[in-house]
């Protein structure tokens, strides 16, 4: 064989390997909910970069959390288990100070250890939730995570003494100088970095609309004031919830509804949150527009997620911690090769699915341990049939099954919820009390996870455990007074 003959052959060598071996673009929003304007969550979204992104790929309409707050959520994505089997339900622990899964292969582990170039940047992981020490086993190289900003002086006109993350409104200053701009640049500059002869993994975690929401003021112009509509809400929506829903999210620093409605804050608040998102979708479009510069799109699959949802007002709260859609309901994406472009899958799936279908999508083994399912016959076919419905836990004994027409919610006094998604998209009436529905409600049941385990020691923060034997919660550590309900 000529010299010139093997270099040809180790050249298509080289090639079929890096079809098999695609790079991964996996990118996280915090708190997003479905104000994208390809989901159709509120129609003032405006989101033409990640628009663009569903366009060039299959987008999934009906994906939902596993956990409707940070570290729990994406304790689960990045290890493929659920919070009910890791017991992992408040901002604290990280995966590795639980016994459960101290030594369990994350996802970016599984391309680490498979020879991908790994690099993060942003919020990946929950801040805080993994030691110095740990770090290097997940990923090669960790850029910079920059936090987000405020101004000096308070912003949103709250009661009380918030928490300086409650604020939101126009920032001084350019976009350089806001932490999603830093860290899309972080993430472009490691893909013109990155070696050619490998393949590349590189995450990276935008942090709005997540509080403080901050953001040049050109991006709140793009949001008039006088233009803007609020979220449809029901005036009387809780009266139909059982009282355990409001234990889910007892004393938060998100602020209730009632709290927007007195210091008139609560159209800043939706107008933030939509400048918010434009920006971050501007930062997710320098970083594909990037990735298209680079020459290295056409082996690259890009998957875009969010870690939970967001009430704007609906249900009478602002914030996640809540089983219902607001607050499940998240942007899930995948593009590259092998997935159908211009496609909208319609079935309900988890943020849980990312990980086996990542596996599958970069011809690595599976992983039996791993609880979610892998997406490939939906990003070859978007109607292609799924056997599953959305699981979403928020502490021991309080689920959600959503499938493609119904949310059942079951908390762990027994009380329960159901919605008619196609009716009542808005979860208005809750359909448990009708004993029509008993039998329904059954086979929806069958669904809940079958392990259920209390939270890991060491939980702090949003936690909430309930006794049966004397019908006490406890939220954060202090026994719930009933009668200090405060809408
Ligand atoms: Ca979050």
């Known amino acids: 064989m000529t010299a010139r003959l093997l270099v040809l052959f180790a050249a298509l ?228 919830t059982p009282l355990f829903s409001w234990h889910l999210h007892w004393k938060l620093p998100e602020p209730r509804l009632s709290a927007l409605r007195q210091t008139g804050e609560w159209k800043s608040l939706v107008r933030a949150y939509l400048a918010g998102t434009t920006f971050m979708d501007d930062q997710v479009g320098r970083l594909l527009a990037a990735l298209q510069k680079s020459g290295r799109a056409d082996n690259t699959i890009v998957v875009l997620w969010s870690d939970h949802g967001w009430h704007l007002g609906e249900k009478l709260i602002t914030g996640k911690n809540t089983l219902w859609e607001r607050s499940t309901h998240v942007p899930l994406i995948f593009a590259g090769p092998g997935i159908a472009k211009d496609a909208r899958c319609p079935h309900a799936v988890e943020l849980l699915d990312i990980y086996p279908t990542l596996l599958d999508l970069t011809a690595q083994p599976a992983r039996p341990e791993l609880e979610g399912h892998t997406l490939i016959p939906q990003l070859r076919d978007a109607t292609a049939s799924r056997e599953w419905p959305a699981i979403t836990t928020h502490n021991q004994g309080n689920h959600s099954v959503r499938n493609d027409r119904w949310r059942y919610i079951r908390y762990a006094d027994g009380s329960e919820e159901l919605y008619n998604e196609l009716a009542d998209p808005h979860e208005w009436k809750n359909l448990a009390s009708d004993p029509a529905t008993a039998g329904l409600r059954g086979e929806l049941a069958k669904w809940l996870p079958k392990v259920d385990v209390p939270m890991a020691p060491g939980s702090t923060q949003r936690t909430l455990s309930y006794d049966p034997a004397t019908h006490t919660a406890v939220w954060e550590g202090k026994v719930i007074d009933p009668s200090e309900l405060d809408p």
């Not at 459960?100 to 929950?126: E, M, N």
């Not at 830093?182 to 975690?205: M, N, T, V």
């Open 13 to 240: 060598g080289l090639h079929a390997l890096a079809a098999e071996r695609p790079n991964v673009l996996f990118i996280a929003i915090d708190d997003q909910n479905d104000w994208i304007g390809c989901l159709g969550g509120n129609p003032q979204a405006l989101t033409p970069n990640i628009d663009a992104l569903a366009k060039s790929g299959t987008l999934f309409t009906n994906a939902h959390c596993q956990a409707p707050i940070c570290n729990p959520s994406r304790s689960s994505v990045l290890t493929g288990l659920r919070p009910s089997t890791t017991g992992i339900h408040g901002l604290t622990p990280g995966i590795r100070a639980v016994a459960r899964t101290k030594d369990v292969v994350t996802l970016p582990q599984s391309f680490t250890r498979a020879g991908w170039k790994t690099f993060t940047c942003g919020k990946i992981y929950h801040d805080g939730s993994l030691a110095q020490k740990d770090r290097s086993a997940e990923f090669n190289t960790w850029g910079p995570a920059p936090s987000l900003g405020s101004p000096a002086a308070r912003v949103a006109k709250l009661p009380g003494s918030p928490i300086r993350a409650m604020d939101w409104g126009p920032l001084p200053g350019g976009d350089e100088d806001t932490a999603d701009y830093q860290i899309s640049s972080a993430a472009i500059k490691a893909l013109h970095e990155s070696p050619a002869d490998k393949p590349f993994f590189i995450a990276c975690g935008f942090r709005l609309p997540h509080v403080p929401i901050f953001a040049p003021q050109k991006w709140f112009d793009l949001h008039p004031l006088d233009q803007l509509e609020l979220p449809a809400i029901q005036e009387d929506d809780r009266k139909d």
